[in-house]
């Protein structure tokens, strides 16, 4: 390959090209006109949207997790670790789940 380094420039010089279009053509096709498609995307499912209760859903949902310090996730993790409070936690979070599906008809969606 040192023998001719005309031809390794050629080839390394030709993928980078096709490689600079492929990237000009994703940017083209996934975020061309992208403001547009957002809001013609809002406007279509505005009426989908319960902003109240999402908003009161995300604070309470946000306060349970800055008072636990603990994401839901490694809640198991925590157990595992010898975190026994965590298990507080995980019983609440099953508590609400079953109060939720027992009001479940009764809310609005």
Sequence with gaps: MGKYKSWVQFAVGSYRERFEELLQTIDHIAFRNMDERLVFYLKRHQQKF????????????????????????????????????????????????????????????
Excluded at 70 to 95: D, K, M, R
């Design 50 to 109: 319960n902003t109240i209760g999402q908003i009161f859903g995300g604070l309470i949902f946000g306060l349970g997790w800055a008072m636990t310090g603990a994401c839901p996730g490694p809640l198991f993790a925590q157990i595992g670790a010898g975190f026994w409070v965590a298990v507080v936690v995980l019983l609440s979070a099953v508590a609400g789940t079953w109060v939720y599906g027992y009001f479940r008809d009764k809310l609005p969606h």
